[in-house]
Structures are given as structure tokens and as C-alpha cells.
């Protein structure tokens, strides 16, 4: 039987974390984000870490990838489902439940439609290099990938081999584990979305969002780096490379997070179009989802 998950999305500024952390309090789980960005250390404010949301109750929500590497550090979907199906196997080992909550479509389409993700080593042999092997060791190699070896006959010729050693190295770098998904998504009207846009922005900002930037530069985080960032990093970057006036990055900024929270309510349409089950409900409506969860698995227990 697939394991359980609990799956919270919707766009930037809808409200994701606080409702998670709410289910969580309520179902014994613990949080797993999905968003590319707040994996990085440092990048607190313009990531939106917003960690007073996950308090509920006076308990601190248990929550996981986040500030998990730092901003020099590279990160890709491969890592994204690798981080994501050890934080999972840990939740439920201690017999809690997992919920996946953010915004980030791809991530959260490589859990949900499992995508098959083949990680690439540098050091992966190929054919010219496994054609110079011995018999013998090409045999022990294969023995050493596939210890249960079903398929004698691989064991025959040096072609089947190694074709046996590339398929079974592919095989096992594989990520794949299917869920039993409830997924929750929160939707809302353009314009209170672009009202709560504006206003976080303007608080992020005057809460030290521009320092953040900075104390990055400071730490040898290059201005192309904070390029690859986007969003808050780029046109904040942007501003101390005075290359945008203050209001001139307001503006900029605030539009693509507007334009940011547009495609990823198309990502999410595109979901629903390749079969995937989206729940909405009308704003981050903690008992909409309660009766949601309970309505369709009623194993769940508050």
C-alpha cells in the first residue's frame, strides 16, 4: 500500500505554511517544503522562511529542507526527491505524518506524478571503459551491483555483461516511490493574491530584506548568482549594483511575483490536466482542509 501524504500548494502569498503548520498540529505531522529556495542558508526573508507560522499552540512544528546547504552550493530536482524521500521515511518511521507544502510546481510534480529521476555521476563507467575489463571482473562487478542476480545468462558474454552493468548502475540510481497523495491547493481572487503580494513585499522589505542581500555579496555571493535567485535576490541585487532606482525595483519586483504567481497557478492547472486531484479551497481555510483530509481517507485520526 502506497504511504500517506498530505500535499498543501497554491501560489506565493496564499498562505501555505501557517495552514500546514496547522494540519500538522492537528494530525501529528511534521512539515517537508517544497521550494527551491528556501533550502539555502542565509536566505531567510526573501525566501519567505517565515518561521513564527510554524509555531501552533506553543509547539514548534518539526519542518524539513530548509537550510540545508549553502547559497554557494548547487541544488537540482534530483536532490530536491532524494532530500525529500529521506525527510519522508524519517517522519514516518516515528509514526507521524508527512506534509509536503510550497509553491515550487516542478518539485512538487516530481513527488506527486513520481518522476522518475536518474541521478549522473561523473565517474559512471561507460562502454569504452567496461570494454577493457577482464571477463572475470566484469562479472564481479556486476555481482557486486546485482547480488541476486536472476538472469544468469548476463553471465555468459562480455556484451550482456555490460549491458547488464549500465542497466542495473541506472537502475539503481533511480528515485521512485509512489504516494497516497491528498493534495490540497488554496486558491484565491487576482486581486487579493496581488493585494497580499504588495503588502508582504513592503514588510519584507522594511524588514531587513536588503541587508539580507547584502550580508550574501559580503559572503562572496556573486551578483550572477543572486541572478540565478530571481525574484527578490535579482532585482534587490539589481538595486545595489545601481542599476535600478529603489522605486524602479519596487516596481519591477513586485510585477514578477505577480507574474510568478500567475504561472504557477498555470503549473498546477497543468496537473489537474494530466489527471492529478487538486482539493481547492477559497483561502488558507484551516477547516475546509480538515474536512477534506478527514472526508477522504477518514483514517486519519485529530
Known amino acids: 500500500m502506497d504511504e500517506k501524504l498530505i500535499v498543501i500548494l497554491g501560489p506565493t502569498a496564499c498562505g501555505k505554511t501557517k495552514l500546514a503548520a496547522q494540519l500538522a498540529y492537528e494530525f501529528n505531522g511534521e512539515i517537508i517544503s517544497a521550494d527551491s529556495r528556501q ?7 526573501g525566501t519567505g522562511k517565515d518561521f513564527e507560522d510554524y509555531v501552533v499552540g506553543g509547539k514548534m512544528i518539526p519542518y524539513h529542507l530548509i537550510d540545508i546547504i549553502e547559497p554557494a552550493e548547487e541544488f537540482n530536482l534530483y536532490l530536491f526527491k532524494e532530500n525529500f524521500i529521506k525527510a519522508f521515511n524519517d517522519i514516518v518511521s516515528r509514526k507521524k505524518l508527512p506534509l509536503l507544502a510550497g509553491g515550487t510546481g516542478l518539485y512538487l510534480s516530481s513527488v506527486i506524478q513520481n518522476y522518475e529521476l536518474k541521478k549522473i555521476e561523473p565517474d559512471d563507467y561507460d562502454i569504452n571503459s567496461l570494454n577493457s575489463f577482464k571477463l572475470d571482473e566484469l562479472k564481479n562487478l556486476l555481482l557486486k551491483l546485482k547480488p541476486k542476480l536472476h538472469n544468469t545468462t548476463d553471465l555468459i558474454d562480455k556484451e550482456r555483461i555490460i549491458k547488464a552493468i549500465l542497466t542495473a548502475k541506472a537502475e539503481r540510481n533511480i ?14 481572487e487576482r486581486e487579493i493574491i496581488k493585494e497580499s503580494i504588495t503588502q508582504r513585499l513592503k514588510k519584507r522589505l522594511e524588514s531587513g530584506m536588503i541587508e539580507e542581500v547584502n550580508n550574501l555579496l559580503a559572503d562572496g555571493v556573486s551578483f550572477d548568482k543572486l541572478y540565478f535567485f530571481g525574484l527578490e535576490y535579482k532585482f534587490i541585487g539589481m538595486y545595489l549594483k545601481e542599476e535600478l532606482s529603489y522605486k524602479e525595483m519596487f516596481f519591477k519586483l513586485n510585477s514578477a511575483i505577480h507574474n510568478f504567481a500567475k504561472r504557477q497557478m498555470t503549473w498546477f492547472r497543468k496537473m489537474e490536466k494530466e ?15 480538515k474536512e477534506i483530509i478527514l472526508s477522504v481517507n477518514n483514517n486519519f485520526n485529530s
Not at 533550502?39 to 526573508?45: D, F, L
Not at 504516494?179 to 488554496?186: A, E, M, R, V, Y
Open 175 to 188: 528515485l521512485d516511490k509512489k504516494f497516497d497523495s491528498i493534495i490540497i491547493g488554496i486558491k484565491n
Open 39 to 45: 533550502v539555502y542558508k542565509g536566505m531567510n526573508i
Open 275 to 289: 489527471g492529478v486531484k487538486i482539493n481547492w479551497i477559497t483561502g488558507a481555510d484551516f477547516e475546509a482542509a
